[in-house]
């Protein structure tokens, strides 16, 4: 300090102990020395101008107004200046720094500018209700009196200080601290002439630990590619879309009497290029988008784009809530890649992750020294079985950056919905823990009451904000009304996936035949419950990871056997009530489990019975959207009955779909043994010829090419309690699919009139 002291009593109006804060990096407050300052100096009133410009040999101030230049006292050999000016009054100013080079540069003070974020801004981030809060935190290009440059705010309420760091200050935490917004623990820096593609970090020094760590922004829109961990400057939204007929018609897409057959994709291994290379979101966009439609599907989802370090968690840990991965590009490049979707007519679904978030550095683990995201007992605190940490529902702040990434995705990119990862996790407090290593509720209870509220706040702000989009429950247990409305006591989702039926139906096929007769309630158990949610059948990726094997290595028996099994499985699922969901690879028969490393095995397309499967699932599809008795009632009663679901000894199934004109109706017969059933009596309500509209075992898709020559005329037998019945060949391990041939039940597709009247 001899520097200063030889000073003081000339130039020097700052305490030492300040300065000697700012060139520590511990200074809470730097604006309350560094800037221009109204002070006494000799008994007169003056401004006093301080800056700390370590890469500075020289620096001076230069009056906006007058032109006048006033140069800066050396105070620190570390780059502490100050001028003192005999003005009252303070002024507009830039300062000019010249290094040890000669080289000189002019730049704004950064701590000239007053703060930009509103108490009103503070107070709704305080109530966990501002839901625009990725248009205030982070880091935003903006103006400021004239001026471009990056404003800067980040929540870091147990931090002693705050800066910000990047290329732009060689990663020096002494050059931009912020300023502290009171108590609402929001830190904030505007920097001028700084501009796009600037990489920044946050470097926190905590009350409770003298080391700073430097942290990625929670709210950053773009992201360095891993392993890279830095935070990008980006302008989001200048993409432009044009998607608008797809966006007006939305509600009507996803309503819940309309189809729906989702692909669910991950995009870094659904296709890839020479040497393996990872094609980029760009080069996605055409190829996935005319590869779905072609294949007939109404939806995509894709497992989760946001930012993640971790490529083997498949992006289910997520460190960047509010940037799209920069593997496969910029985020104007998703945009597109959602845009063209949009305009092939497909709806965009994003798995997203609330549930839980990875322990990594750079991430929220300990964001300013504290368990400022996560409960800080372990017991309430942390997911031992997958290594990540559990949000901490009951603070506002924190269900306010997981409500403003929802929306942020539903607003900047046009999601169609998001599908919500590990419900069943954030529901219960003694999820996956055994007896003594978890806290019950305030009424002693298992149930996790805040995220049960955050749960429901979620689904009531998205719901309210964007009409038309839907959100879908990962719901693994039998917590009642997960898809019913919040006002009737429900979680408020639109839909929950059918873990249950999932499970049956794996466990039914994966068995040989020969002993399916006596497992037979793995199919009918089902539908006890199949009307108690608005369900999607989930055949995921989660089926075909880890040892289980992929969907067509689950099925027992021969080749023939192998594809057979899985179509009569696709066709059993696609006339059960509910939502379709299958994962890629899994429409053409992938042999192997999938690999997020490497692309799908494309090549078996080459193979004729692979070649055939996806024609069949094409058509399972087309057929699905064109038959409203497929998909008008899943959530009713009345759109479904059984024909006969007790003949367990032959492993068949029979039953209607109905649509909401009753008086349109499919007939369904399931064979699930390899064994032909000549002359299987079916009862029907009506009499009449009967078409048949889909045949599993169509050689056209590989089968045996047994079946009833297109079609049967109905008998007027009475059979299970109907006046009529048919006189069905049942080929093997094979679902037909029927319907009554009048005049007044026309095919109709899901863009015609919804129903007949």
């Known amino acids: 300090m001899e520097d200063v002291a030889e000073t003081r009593g000339k130039t020097l109006t700052a305490p030492p102990i300040e300065i000697e804060l700012i060139l520590r990096a511990e200074h809470s407050d730097p604006f309350h020395l560094l800037g221009m300052h109204r002070v006494e100096y000799d008994g007169q009133p003056v401004v006093a101008v301080r800056a700390f410009a370590p890469e500075a040999a020289d620096i001076s ?20 200046f100050e001028a003192v000016i005999p003005v009252k ?4 100013y830039r300062l000019r720094l010249t290094d040890e080079s000669g080289r000189s540069w002019e730049i704004y003070d950064p701590y000239s500018f007053p703060p930009l974020l509103s108490e009103f801004d503070l107070h709704l981030f305080g109530e966990g209700k501002h839901y625009q809060i990725y248009e205030k935190l982070g880091a935003h290009l903006c103006q400021v009196n004239g001026v471009e440059g990056v404003h800067f705010a980040v929540w870091a309420p147990n931090a002693r200080r705050v800066s910000v760091v990047g290329d732009f200050n060689r990663w020096d935490g002494r050059r931009h601290p912020m300023r502290i917004r009171g108590s609402s ?18 470097e926190i020094r905590s009350h409770l630990s003298p080391t700073p760590f430097v942290k990625a922004d929670p709210y950053g829109f773009f992201h360095e590619r891993p392993p890279g961990t830095a935070s990008i400057v980006f302008r989001p939204g200048r993409h432009v879309w044009t998607d608008e007929q797809w966006m007006s018609e939305r509600s009507k897409r996803n309503a819940l009497d309309a189809p ?7 995009l870094g291994s659904w296709r890839r290029g020479e040497g393996n290379r990872a094609l980029s979101y760009r080069e996605l966009a055409p190829l996935l988008a005319t ?7 109404t939806h995509v989802e894709l497992l989760p784009v946001m930012e993640h370090p971790f490529e083997g968690s498949w992006g289910y840990q997520v460190t960047g809530y509010y940037a799209p991965t920069s593997r496969w590009g910029t985020p104007d490049d998703f945009a597109y890649l959602v845009n063209v979707l949009h305009e092939h007519g497909l709806g965009v679904i994003l798995d997203w992750v609330p549930a839980h978030f990875p322990r990594d550095d750079h991430g929220l683990s300990f964001f300013d020294g504290t368990h400022l995201y996560n409960h800080a007992d372990p017991r309430q605190g942390e997911h031992r079985d997958w290594g990540t940490l559990i949000f901490n529902y009951g603070r506002h702040e924190v269900r306010n950056f997981l409500l403003g990434s929802a929306l942020f995705w539903l607003e900047k990119y046009h999601a169609d919905g998001l599908r919500v990862d590990a419900v069943a996790s954030m529901l219960y407090l003694d999820y996956s823990r055994p007896p003594g290593q978890w806290i019950p509720n305030i009424y002693g209870g298992r149930e996790n009451l805040e995220a049960i509220a955050f749960l429901r706040q979620f689904n009531e702000v998205v719901h309210e904000r964007h009409p038309g989009v839907v959100t879908i429950a990962e719901e693994s247990t039998a917590w009642p009304m997960v898809s019913r409305p919040t006002y009737a006591g429900g979680l408020g989702f639109s839909l929950k996936w059918n873990m249950g039926w999932m499970n049956d139906i794996l466990a039914y096929m994966s068995r040989d035949p020969i002993y399916r007769k006596y497992h037979h309630n793995d199919l009918t158990f089902s539908l006890m419950y199949a009307f108690s949610e608005n369900f999607v059948l989930p055949l995921s990726h989660d089926e075909v990871v880890h040892g289980k094997r992929s969907l067509l290595d689950k099925m027992p028996g021969d080749r023939w056997q192998k594809f057979a099994n899985l179509r009569a499985l696709y066709g059993y699922m696609y006339t059960h009530p509910g939502k379709k969901l299958l994962f890629m690879g899994g429409e053409f028969g992938q042999w192997r489990e999938w690999d997020h490393q490497s692309s799908l095995e494309w090549h078996l397309l080459e193979e004729d019975l692979h070649r055939k499967l996806q024609v069949y699932v094409r058509d399972l599809n087309r057929l699905y959207r064109s038959q409203p008795a497929l998909y008008e009632r899943d959530f009713q009663p009345e ?20 649509a909401k004109d009753p008086a349109d109706f499919l007939v369904i017969a399931v064979n699930f043994t390899p064994v032909p059933r000549e002359n299987y009596r079916v009862g029907v309500p009506e009499a009449g010829f009967y078409r048949e509209l889909l045949n599993s075992d169509s050689d056209f898709y590989g089968g045996s090419n047994l079946g009833n020559a297109g079609g049967v005329t109905a008998d007027p037998i009475p059979a299970f309690g109907r006046p009529y019945s048919l006189a069905l060949t049942l080929p093997p391990l094979a679902v037909l699919i029927l319907k009554p041939e009048r005049p007044q039940i026309a095919l109709r597709s899901n863009e015609e009139s919804p129903s007949v009247s």
């Open 639 to 658: 759109g479904f009955e059984w024909i006969d679901c007790h003949d367990w000894e032959a492993s068949v199934l029979t039953f209607l779909r109905r």
């Open 61 to 80: 101030v230069i009056d906006l107004a007058s032109g006048a230049v006033w140069p800066m006292v050396r105070l620190h050999p570390e780059g502490f």
């Open 185 to 202: 623990g929001v830190w904030e820096l505007f920097l001028p002439q700084l501009g796009e593609g600037e990489l920044y970090k946050f």
């Open 260 to 266: 729906m057959a989702i692909y669910e994709v991950h």
């Open 89 to 92: 009054d303070p002024f507009p």
């Open 291 to 297: 590869y779905v439609t072609e294949m007939g599907y």
